[in-house]
């Protein structure tokens, strides 16, 4: 199988598990349709990347704070919304803006589009986004160092901080883990912190949303809706929370067909 297949085979096995908390070896193999030890493989993988969590027999499901946080786990989920998502943002930026940029995924899909949107400076703590911009001599190119977080591939803690505080940016484009009609939210403290200082950072602030970050809540409190002069989110927003979002800000939907 190829490493798409395989991805997509193991994204199916964790999207069961956290469903229903536990499953055993032999139940994953038929609902994925490969042999035992093929599923064991994955398993193995998933657990290197601290996505699930094995024992005799079977596996488990990380905590949420935990899968939510990794960013393999992230990569792998709603990639068509994200892709939406990004499509329509890109048309928020243009050519010689300063622009921040998250750690987000729909962050990093977001950048993939913004290559061709030169010149502009780039300012983010992803390492990925990083990557992207590296030689492009019509990129201004700025890095918010820190700690270097694995799970997320990003830089975070007081030296971000610290950076963040000292720029101030066009537009600043972020996601995060929860929202409601009122309020976002992450479940992760040092996340909170940079996100907060990143939207303090910028004279526009857009919030990039996939309809399964709607109608939650996590521990941490990021900031009202209405901080954010615009919310991209895609097609699949049920109605009346789409017409409740519109009453603290401009909505923009993207379509995902």
Known sequence: MTTTGAEARRQIITEHVLEHGTASGAELAELTRVSLMTVHRDLDELARRGVLRRFRG??????STVFE??????????????EAIARTAADLVEPGMSVMLDDSTTALALARLLVDHAPLTVVTNARRVIDLFVGREDIRLISLGGEYSHPHDSFLGVP???????????????????????????????VVLVKRAMLASGTRRVLLMDRTKL????????????????????????GDLLAALRERTDVRVAPTG
């Open 58 to 63: 079977g596996v488990s499901a990380l905590p």
């Open 160 to 190: 971000c901080l610290e950076a963040i505080e000292a720029l101030s940016v066009d537009m600043v484009l972020v996601s995060t883990s929860a929202m409601d009609a009122r309020m976002t939210y992450h479940q992760e403290q040092d």
């Open 215 to 238: 109608a939650r809540t996590a521990l941490h409190r990021l900031g009202p809706l209405d901080d954010f002069h615009h919310l991209v989110v895609d097609d699949g927003v049920d």
């Open 69 to 82: 946080s990794n960013l393999d786990y992230r990569l792998g989920v709603n990639t068509a919304e994200k």
